[in-house]
């Protein structure tokens, strides 16, 4: 076979390839073509103050946009950095060993692992050797079946735990690429065993406990039914529940459409996505806290602060949140007050989209990723990946 074009352009091309180190970490082409509207932001007045005072920096998946977004701090001065990944949902951060897991749920899903840079191997090529804000890095990815379509991630005790949406259960996940089903609710059980051949109650969400027993499940029904979750006709109002881990069972119904449950001071939290609420379980219904103009999902809850996540109402979706004005949703991270349901402070991206998953990582431990939303600067970026230490 004759080669059409042998000739040095050619080459030429081929070296310039893979050269960008947002694909390379990402392992994805696209990364270094990202659309710089999706990063702009404004805030508002309280939202950097809030931030400060809790001495955190915040992780924020953005699922349609395949982007990770970080937002922190450091020196007093506010600071959004990104990281693309394709189509990420759920993520956590595992404060003992400050390691953050991120899952990318194309078909085969992905599990990346991060962890914050230390400093930089001296060397003569490269100039300084201190790494400000110690950047989350990736590590080590690894793959897993598509029919898992892992949403949420949650550390309980040691282990990584994801659900598998895909197949109506709570997956164990382990360091090899392999997962064991180990745990589903009594409803989608057939003659003792779990129905696995696709989604039919859209298992969402972990509430952590510090057992896998003392965990709670949202979920959007309690049935298997001939319509199933993605239908455009798929029914949603009021049928969604949370489970017990313990009982198998629903502790909570009425909701529509729950999403990101979370353990808080004993109470269990969740985003009721169609209504736009935020609220936590009382005596088996959800007690309202606060009312957003958004599809609520992305959660996480630090010293009575409460980071929710609103995105905008897709239109095809539109019967999925019945409690929604479609063209008055907006794509934020807002800081709520526990105690009293009192708005702190927002961060909006006017061309953003969807809000997946909210965490936080101590921002002693680390300011965000490495790549910067305000401009990107490459010589910097070349010299931190090719001397970065994580230990």
Known sequence: MKCNDPSEDMWARHSAEWRDSAQVCSQWREAADLDRSLLVSKASRGWWPTLERLGLTLLITREYEHLAIAASTPGGRPRISFFPVPHPSGLTVDHQTSRVFLASTRNPNQLYTLKPARSRLERLDMGSNSVPGHPLTTVSSSFYPGSLYMHDLAIVGSKLYANAVGQNAIALLKANGTYERVWWPKCVERKGHPVVSCNYIQLNSIAAGKTLQKCFFSASSTSLDRLRPGHLNYPVDKRGVIFSARSREPVCTGLTRPHSARLYEDKIWVAN??????????????????????????????????????????????????????????????AISCQTGKLLGTLEWPCGNQIFAIDWISNKESAGFPFEARSRNRKREIAFFYTYVTD
């Open 273 to 334: 996505s169609g209504y736009g609420e935020l609220g936590f379980v009382s005596d088996g219904k959800l007690e309202v806290v606060a009312r957003l103009a958004g599809w609520t999902r992305g959660l996480c809850l630090v010293r009575d602060v409460a980071f929710i996540g609103t995105s905008r109402v897709i239109p095809r979706y539109a019967r999925y949140a019945p409690g929604l004005d479609p063209f008055n949703s907006h794509c934020a991270v807002h």
